[in-house]
């Protein structure tokens, strides 16, 4: 029998951008830039590495510049920056981004909330920005939030989302990340909305983006797998919480997808390892464990094998 | 297009018995009747309560007896204990349990590890207890654990788990659980696993028993649910911690599973909303959050509802 899975499939690394722009703490420059490139020497081969925001609005993100100046660039690696609007985009320019992303709701009241546009204005705005960005030869992701449940508004119509994945492909965007924002997707539904994407888009261009705010997570990505989807979003850790529960979980933990895409025979180019170590690394940068289960294993094994190695010190006869 | 998921499925919850003997604290008898009582109130049909085990092995569980008279007894609940030897089996016939549960590895070096005994023994033992109960007309489940892999050998080889199944089966057990004790398996595995099982054994004595130490339990649902399994057990908030790395996940939360079910349109006859009330109860008891996604969302939104009722109480003038 064949397998209905992908022999290979993409992971999206979302930490040093979406991540930490969801968590309170505010990490050093050099560290940050220590960070990407322990990732890209993992293997990652995209990683979102910054937003041209408003300091004022998130100030962890406020060296953008400054990480993409320091970064050791590997060949073969893109390097992400998020372009919230026309100015960042003017920055992204200045600073030579060569991938850059762009955002909005698929629901009305959560785009309003976030963004302070209409659905209607959004799309305009980020048709432009996709469309400049091509013109200059930029890659260009765009992110649809809310694809399977609003914090406002409940239930979204699928429809809404076909017709804003269709327009924002047909802007230019490479690809779509679809974003279960408050992790209520089920694998049922995530099938039915690959299954409808694809009479419309090309399933290649669809990217998905699941929080395991329900623990539900890496079973949507299964789903999407069975679909055909081949492009998974998550983040190291599991860094960046909810912002609808404090203390519960967001972004999928990237080592917990690693391991189940490597235990299913489906390659990805990173090396587990070198990233749950990497995961170590940013849980002390940011002061806490992070939620990922992969990772509180590997920090449980590493204390484990710790707590061993002292009992097998001979005990001291003097002293 | 019909569904490919069977329109119920059975849930299963052991944390009073496999739950708690995995915590450190130890529970006092009238809260632990006050939580299983709570289990049926929420609409639990199967419920691990107490083991027939020496209180100097597991004293959690010393008040197995006591719980037992305690509990309120449910119409259409089954409350299941478990029997870890022939000793054990005499204290729940002395006690008129009806519903038991017996043990052993698939791997031999985790089986003499944990019950100081060959396969080749516990096998003989536990079908003679089978047999026995099966006489006195109980119902009888039979736990395979390590079946997806052994902490101390690895791999466990696929025949020995079909071989054990069908010898437990055929000795009378009503079900078999089979259990991913160290949380490594993949759905590629679980599906292969259930069809060459299925081979043997009927379809619906089959049960599945999922670890989250690395994240995959609920997509190795999802695995089990396609494959045509109907009974999946879990823990209220994954209590019962990964005895092998400290602080790791192990049961897979039981709220995150009927959530997942829920969203699918499948039935279990359980209110989720009163699971993960009593899930808090439970966490309240153990003096700490448990590790289940839902769960900690659960709290998460409960103290943000409390913070906003807070900020709605117009400031005091004086004072």
């Known amino acids: 029998m064949a397998s209905p899975f992908p022999s290979r499939v993409s992971v999206f690394e979302v930490a040093p951008r979406d991540g930490l722009q969801n968590e309170s703490v505010v990490i050093p420059t050099d560290q940050k830039i220590a960070l990407i490139d322990r990732l890209s020497d993992a293997g990652f081969e995209d990683i979102e590495v910054g937003s041209f925001v408003s300091p004022k609005w998130i100030p962890q993100l406020a060296d953008t510049r400054e990480v993409l100046a320091g970064i050791t660039r590997r060949p073969g690696v893109r390097y992400w920056t998020l372009v919230p609007n026309p100015r960042g985009f003017q920055d992204a320019v200045a600073e030579g981004a060569e991938c850059i992303a762009v955002f909005m709701s698929s629901s009305e009241t959560h785009n309003r909330k976030n963004v302070n ?87 290649e261009r669809i990217a998905l983006h699941f929080h395991d705010t329900r623990g539900t997570a890496l079973a949507n990505v299964l789903a999407g797998l069975e679909a055909g989807v081949t492009v998974f979003d998550a983040s190291l850790g599991g860094v960046g919480g909810c912002p609808y529960a404090p203390g519960a979980a967001g972004n999928l933990a990237m080592e917990d997808l690693l391991f189940m895409l490597k235990g299913m025979g489906i390659e990805t180019g990173v090396d587990l390892e070198r990233a749950a170590q990497t995961g170590v690394f940013l849980s002390e940068l940011i002061g806490r464990k992070l939620p990922g289960r992969y990772h509180n294993y590997h920090i449980g094994q590493s204390r484990r094998q710790a707590e061993k190695a002292e009992l097998a010190v001979p005990p001291q006869s003097g002293g």
């Open 117 to 203: 546009r209409s659905i209607a204005q959004s799309l305009e705005e980020l048709s432009q920005i996709i469309a400049d960005g091509r013109a200059r030869g930029m890659r260009v992701r765009a992110y649809l939030s809310t694809v399977f449940g609003c914090p406002d508004e409940g239930f979204v119509d699928p429809e809404r989302v076909l017709s804003l994945s269709k327009s924002l492909l047909e802007a230019g965007a490479h690809q779509i990340s679809l974003g279960d924002t408050i992790g209520v997707a089920n694998p049922v539904q995530v099938k039915d909305m690959v299954a409808r994407l694809t009479a419309v888009v090309p399933l």
